[in-house]
């Protein structure tokens, strides 16, 4: 059983900083990639930020220049650091995964933290 989980939402002003936090764990042998997605209401899930394993990163282009992923292979963990943050920032962040277990290799999703900025 793996289970991603964030933490880090909230609530803030434009132009603030917000720290998003994910863990992943369970039975877990490797994790190829792991990313942040999101969703604004009324809308489609979107990109943020990805990172694999070897540290490479992709931004959307929303957010290049005031977001930064990072990860501890280690620990399993994803972090993406959000400044500058504008009111079309506002939405449900996910946490995602690309990772083996024993039994197979997969994409997994936390359930999600909620991010409101107003102006």
């Known amino acids: 059983q793996v289970q991603l989980v964030e933490s880090g939402g909230g609530l803030l002003q434009a132009g603030g900083s917000l720290r998003l936090s994910c863990a992943a764990s369970?039975?877990?042998?490797?994790?190829?990639?792991m990313g942040w997605y999101r969703q604004a209401p009324g809308k489609q899930r979107e990109l943020v930020a990805t990172?694999?394993?070897?540290?490479?990163?992709n931004y959307a282009d929303s957010v290049k220049g005031r977001f930064t992923i990072s990860r501890d292979n280690a620990k399993n963990t994803v972090w993406v650091q959000m400044n500058s943050l504008k009111p079309e920032d506002t939405a449900v962040y996910y946490c995602?995964?690309?990772?083996?277990?024993?039994?197979?290799?997969?994409?997994?999703w936390g359930k999600g933290t909620l991010v409101t900025v107003s102006s």
């Open positions: 990172i694999t394993s070897g540290g490479s990163t």
């Open positions: 369970g039975s877990i042998v490797s994790i190829d990639y």
């Open positions: 995602n995964a690309g990772l083996r277990t024993i039994f197979r290799l997969a994409d997994y």
